[in-house]
């Protein structure tokens, strides 16, 4: 089993920029796709961005292309969300999660691991 801690959560004013990490602990060495999804008050959970384990593949909802960045540190087992030219629209609790794939994917049901979440708040 994996543990997943979120941390750099916060308020930030829109077009600021936050950095998101996910810190992984236990069977770290099974080769996990990392994940970050969203939910805000009234919406269902949202795909946000994926990484491969290898770290050589992502993948990213339409609505953050461009602005945000998943990146991983192998040897510190610490995923990272870069979030940039922050919108009000992204303001939500941000999750990160594992999948025991060797691919990145978007479909909630292939991650089985789920971190505590952090909120993010944008304000105009």
């Known amino acids: 089993q994996v543990q997943l801690v979120e941390s750099g959560g916060g308020m930030v004013q829109a077009g600021g920029s936050l950095r998101l990490s996910c810190a992984a602990s236990?069977?770290?060495?099974?080769?996990?796709?990392m994940g970050w999804f969203r939910q805000a008050p009234g919406s269902e959970r949202e795909f946000v961005a994926a990484?491969?384990?290898?770290?050589?593949?992502?993948y990213y909802a339409d609505s953050v292309k461009g602005r945000f960045t998943i990146s991983r540190d192998g040897a510190k087992n610490t995923d990272y969300l870069q979030m940039s030219s922050l919108k009000p629209e992204d303001t939500a609790v941000y999750y990160c999660?594992?999948?025991?794939?060797?691919?990145?994917?978007?479909?909630?049901?292939?991650?089985?691991?789920w971190g505590q979440g952090t909120q993010v708040t944008v304000s105009s």
């Open positions: 990484i491969s384990w290898s770290g050589f593949s992502t």
């Open positions: 999660a594992a999948a025991l794939l060797a691919q990145a994917t978007s479909s909630p049901g292939d991650y089985g691991y």
């Open positions: 236990g069977r770290t060495e099974r080769r996990y796709t």
